[in-house]
């Protein structure tokens, strides 16, 4: 298992050091998409065998916005390796050209500076050491790692020079009261980490020690206690790693059946932990619920994005947000609820939009007063979406409507030769269309449309509609008109 900060880190993904511009990074994303096209997987410096292997499409993108966001770039940076001198940068090339404990620890031991920068590069390192698991010493690597991630968090000096460092490379503007909260996370971090590579060893111990050295919990030590039921949530977590609901298109009987035993189990195993006081206030079981809830997420993302599953994936979220452990993650799934929620309210929408489409299809029979009322409550619902919902996955919908008003349109004019109606109903028309190609056939409808306007107004409307009859007629009107009118005045009437 790998949820923790280091192996997921953002810099480390896209290759880069913390003090890389914003710039630096958009080019690195494009450079990495460019190989991921040709099926190719770049490498870059400091990868140490580790980040390479993480250069997915789906990865680079979101290490790319965990970086460009204010709010998870300060924690990215913090836990990956930096240099920002020719010492540091000589450092780093040879640790990784033989990437060891042995290697680490001489370097290390030699240099004895007491600098946050070399201390907190070698707690990474050690980190990246265990989690690639080259090393068969891993008690005394855990127990050195450790050790230096609480000489950092315990310095005097750490939170001021890690300020420094950080303000020295920030570009996104960072509101400066985040670093009073952010040994909390961090520790936090630390917690998945060192949970993390017990997990991969099986050796509690590794866990037992940080928890230990950092007096997280005097509960903790009687582990045993929880074994169970923190084999029985990794179990149904495995369960829920397995599964890929939208491989086949749908969302089958069984695989409802495994998704609802893997969340009674968990909602049975959480309910252990609260009877045993744990589930609240214990630092492990938050990031176990932490786990838990983003496992939930990853499925609530299938079933939203893959299968239209709405309803599913809003109760899952909504069970996501009750068991998470950590406010972070929990304003994250609080902000991504409305989505579901608004996802929802768009097919009720949908219905409406289908029954004034259904009228509208009547379009030998309807009048213009009737198409006039559709379109009104037509844009209402356009208004809505247009507001608050992503437009591009409703074109369909609203291509559906335009080409209904061309059909109405198209039989005013040639039907009933309401020109000005059907002038009138094309423009509507030509609002709702939004695809490239429904858009330029009504706009050459709609053009030829105008000119036959034209052509019928005015003089030229006239004598169109008159005729050579009609205007013999009216000449003959004109000119007795006239003649009365002369002789009345002859007559000084």
Request: glycine share 4%.
């Amino acid at each position: 298992m790998n949820n923790n900060i280091i192996y997921n880190n953002a810099y480390g993904i896209l290759g880069l050091l913390p003090n890389a511009s914003q710039k630096e990074l958009a080019r690195r994303v494009k450079e990495i998409e460019k190989y991921i096209q040709i099926g190719e997987t770049p490498k870059f410096n400091y990868d140490f065998g580790l980040y390479n292997i993480r250069r997915t499409l789906q990865d680079v993108h979101d290490a790319f916005f965990n970086i460009s966001n204010v709010n998870t770039q300060i924690i990215h940076h913090f836990f990956r390796i930096y240099a920002n001198d020719g010492q540091q940068f000589d450092i780093l090339n040879q640790i990784e050209n033989n990437f060891t404990y042995a290697q680490i620890k001489n370097i290390y031991d030699s240099i004895n500076s007491n600098n946050l920068i070399v201390d907190r590069n070698t707690a990474i390192l050690l980190s990246l050491l265990l989690i690639k698991g080259s090393e068969d010493n891993i008690i005394v690597i855990s127990k050195m790692c450790i050790d230096l991630w609480f000489s950092i968090l315990n310095s005097k000096k750490y939170k001021s020079d890690y300020k420094k460092i950080f303000l020295l490379d920030d570009e996104l503007g960072i509101n400066e009261n985040i670093f009073d909260s952010i040994e909390e996370k961090i520790i936090e971090e630390l917690s998945i980490l060192f949970s993390d590579i017990s997990q991969k060893y099986e050796n509690n111990q590794i866990l037992s020690m940080f928890i230990e050295k950092f007096k997280l919990s005097n509960d903790i030590y009687n582990i045993n206690v929880v074994e169970n039921i923190y084999s029985d949530i990794q179990k149904n977590i495995d369960i829920m790693d397995s599964m890929n609901i939208s491989e086949d298109g749908g969302f089958d009987t069984n695989e409802k059946s495994s998704l609802k035993s893997c969340l009674s189990a968990f909602q049975d195993d959480f309910n252990k932990l609260i009877e045993l006081g744990l589930y609240e206030n214990e630092k492990t079981i938050i990031i176990i619920r932490d786990l838990v809830a983003t496992k939930i997420r990853i499925q609530i993302l299938d079933l939203f994005n893959n299968l239209d599953e709405d309803e599913t994936a809003l109760n899952l979220m909504k069970f996501a947000i009750y068991i998470v452990g950590t406010n972070s993650l929990k304003e994250k799934l609080q902000n991504e609820l409305p989505i579901i929620n608004n996802s929802i309210e768009i097919k009720d929408y949908m219905t409406n939009i289908d029954k004034y489409i259904d009228q509208l299809d009547r379009s030998g029979y309807i009048s213009l007063d009737e198409v006039k009322s559709h379109i009104s409550n037509l844009e209402i619902l356009r208004k809505k979406f247009s507001s608050e919902f992503e437009p591009k996955k409703y074109y369909n919908l609203f291509d559906s409507v335009a080409l209904k008003l061309r059909s109405i349109a198209i039989d005013y004019h040639n039907n009933k030769k309401l020109y000005k109606q059907s002038q009138e109903i094309m423009f509507e028309a030509y609002n709702y269309s939004t695809t490239y190609k429904v858009h330029q056939k009504i706009q050459d409808d709609l053009i030829f449309i105008n000119k036959v306007v034209e052509e019928n107004s005015g003089v030229n409307g006239f004598l169109k509609k008159s005729g050579l009859a009609g205007c013999l007629a009216y000449l003959v009107q004109f000119i007795i008109i006239m003649i009365i009118c002369w002789i009345v005045s002859l007559f000084g009437g």
